[in-house]
Nanobody
Framework: VQLQAFGGGSVQAGGSLRLSCAAS????????MGWFRQAPGKEREFVAG????????QYKDSVKGRFTISRDNAKNMVYLQMNSLKSEDTAVYYC?????????????????WGQGTEVTVSS
């Protein structure tokens, strides 16, 4: 599975962005999917995850109520709607496909990774 994330950019604090992740083939519809981010000098961290059918979703505490993960298996797409953005959301965002169908917050359980898209939030 090849993943390509796009939709990043520069936005002022309080603004919104929608990240998209395109998967190369239908296999991704059987996988849990996740969004991770990595800020300069920091470890890559879990942001949001969704199970294969969208029935289960998990979020990093600091983004709950502001970010929403969704997927469209017919289009092999995963999305991350980010609202009320804060400067601390600045990072490179990666989409990833899990080894399992369920949602997971553990990086080690993700098998395929996209190239990342950069999000910069200015205060």
């Amino acid at each position: 599975v090849q993943l390509q994330a796009f939709g990043g950019g520069s936005v002022q604090a309080g603004g919104s962005l929608r990240l998209s992740c395109a998967a190369s083939r239908r296999t991704s519809s059987n996988n849990g999917m996740g969004w991770f981010r990595q800020a300069p000098g920091k470890e890559r961290e879990f942001v949001a995850g969704i199970s294969w059918n969208g029935s289960s979703r998990q979020y990093k505490d600091s983004v709950k109520g502001r970010f929403t993960i969704s997927r469209d298996n017919a289009k092999n797409m995963v999305y991350l709607q980010m609202n009320s953005l804060k400067s601390e959301d600045t990072a490179v965002y990666y989409c990833a496909a899990a080894r399992t169908a369920s949602v997971s917050q553990q990086k080690a359980l993700y098998q395929y990774w996209g190239q990342g898209t950069e999000v910069t939030v200015s205060s």
